[in-house]
Structure formats: structure tokens, C-alpha cells
């Protein structure tokens, strides 16, 4: 079966432009999440989703950041405008429930320059 | 709000041997789950290991065993026979188990080395 795929796996991008990172949770999980990985913070839960409905917000740093999952396999984290801070690993992980083990993808690469 | 500490940034076991990840977590919750992932240098991260608080008995998978100490808030990561491919980052990781914070809470990892 395929895991949760995640597109690209490596991002480079000038400070300013949009930044879209792309999940396909495995199919049939009903939740899904996006993490960001630095060396400062480690790893942190940015968003997640339950059938396709946002449940918690609270870990997005600002309005630049913005996340959408327009139906059940695929989900969108966008960046608008990007700063060099925003350079991390993204990852999304799905699960089959909201209280079963989490599946991460390989994670995106993000270099804003 | 849960926080989760791993003391050790670095450990070394040689093939083999047995090795054992510290983890300490705070929580003011009675039913929670608990995790171990690892990640190796292909940054993919991998879950190695569950355990739900409100079992008593430790959870094994095969050379992975953890010792959950409950009251103590304690939950470390047992190796054994450890293998070179067992070269990775390993995070512990808790979740609550009811309500909709589903999110996992992660500690700041360990860097495992496999020596020869």
C-alpha cells in the first residue's frame, strides 16, 4: 500500500514568493496533519484535519501560512509571502482516526533564500 | 499543556549490545497514548513503538521493548541485539486519547550511533 505521499521533497524558493506544499494522506485515514521540523523548535503540529474539516489551528505562526484539504486525498499547506524562516522539513502524517497511530510522509524540504 | 524531555541528545552502543533512550513527559491527563519514532538520515520518520497508558504491561516489537513507568512519567526505549540500521534520530512523542488534541507532542530527540 502507499504511504503518505508529499510533493515536492525539495523546495528552493526566493523570500516572497508562494510556497505550496502538497499530502495525499494514505487512503482511507480520516485525519491528517501538517508538522514543521526545525533545529530550534524541533518538531511542531502546525494544523490538522479531521474528515477534511480543520480541528486545530492553533500551531500556524501567522496569517502567511494557510492549509486546505478540499476533499479526502489531498491537502495543500501554502506559504504567502515566504521569509528565510519559514525554511524547514514539512511533514504531513494521516491516520486512520483521530486516535490511531499518525503515518508521516518523507517530508518537504523548504529553502527560502 | 504536555511537554516531553528526552535528557540524552546523543548515545553510542556497539552492534549488538542493548542500549535504553530516556523519556520524561508532564501531563495532567490519565488516559494518553505514548510513542517512540525514528528517523533516520533519509528523514523519513518511522513509528517504532506504541504504548496506552492505561495498559500496565509494556509493549514490545520484537528488539524494541519500552518500560512504562506510569506514576513516575517515565517512558524509555529499550534496543536489544542493536543493528547498524538502527543508526537514526528517535523522538518520543505523546497524545492525549480523548477529546479531539490529537496532536503528538514531541521531545527534542536522541542521535543513536551504531558502532562496529
Known amino acids: 500500500d502507499a504511504g503518505v505521499i508529499q510533493s515536492p521533497r525539495h523546495e528552493v524558493t526566493e523570500m516572497g514568493q508562494e510556497v505550496t506544499l502538497r499530502c495525499k494522506p494514505i487512503?482511507?485515514?480520516?485525519?491528517l496533519f501538517w508538522y514543521r521540523q526545525t533545529m530550534m523548535r524541533g518538531l511542531e503540529l502546525l494544523i490538522y484535519?479531521?474528515?477534511?474539516?480543520?480541528?486545530?489551528d492553533s500551531g500556524m505562526p501567522e496569517d502567511r501560512f494557510s492549509a486546505k484539504m478540499p476533499n479526502a486525498s489531498f491537502s495543500t499547506l501554502k506559504i504567502q509571502p515566504s521569509e528565510p524562516r519559514d525554511s524547514a522539513v514539512y511533514f504531513c502524517?494521516?491516520?486512520?482516526?483521530?486516535?490511531?497511530?499518525?503515518?508521516f510522509g518523507d517530508g518537504t524540504r523548504l529553502s527560502i533564500l | 499543556a504536555q511537554t516531553v524531555t528526552q535528557s540524552q541528545p546523543e548515545m553510542s552502543v556497539q552492534e549488538a549490545e542493548t542500549v535504553t533512550l530516556s523519556c520524561t513527559y508532564d501531563?495532567?491527563?490519565?488516559?494518553?497514548?505514548l510513542f517512540w519514532y525514528k528517523q533516520p538520515p533519509s528523514r523519513q520518520m518511522i513509528l517504532v513503538i506504541r504504548?496506552?497508558?492505561?495498559?500496565?504491561q509494556n509493549a514490545t516489537e520484537n528488539r524494541f521493548s519500552v518500560n512504562f513507568q506510569k506514576a513516575a512519567k517515565s517512558f524509555s526505549l529499550k534496543i536489544s541485539d542493536s543493528q547498524l540500521g538502527d543508526a537514526a534520530m528517535y523522538f518520543c512523542?505523546?497524545?492525549?486519547?480523548?477529546?479531539?488534541?490529537?496532536?503528538?507532542?514531541f521531545g527534542t530527540g536522541t542521535r543513536l550511533q551504531v558502532t562496529l
Open positions: 501531563t495532567s491527563e490519565s488516559d494518553y497514548y
Open positions: 487512503s482511507g485515514h480520516n485525519s
Open positions: 512523542a505523546y497524545r492525549r486519547r480523548t477529546g479531539t488534541a490529537s496532536k503528538l507532542t
Open positions: 484535519f479531521n474528515n477534511n474539516v480543520p480541528i486545530d
Open positions: 504504548q496506552e497508558a492505561y495498559k500496565q
Open positions: 502524517a494521516s491516520s486512520l482516526a483521530e486516535d490511531q497511530p499518525q503515518h
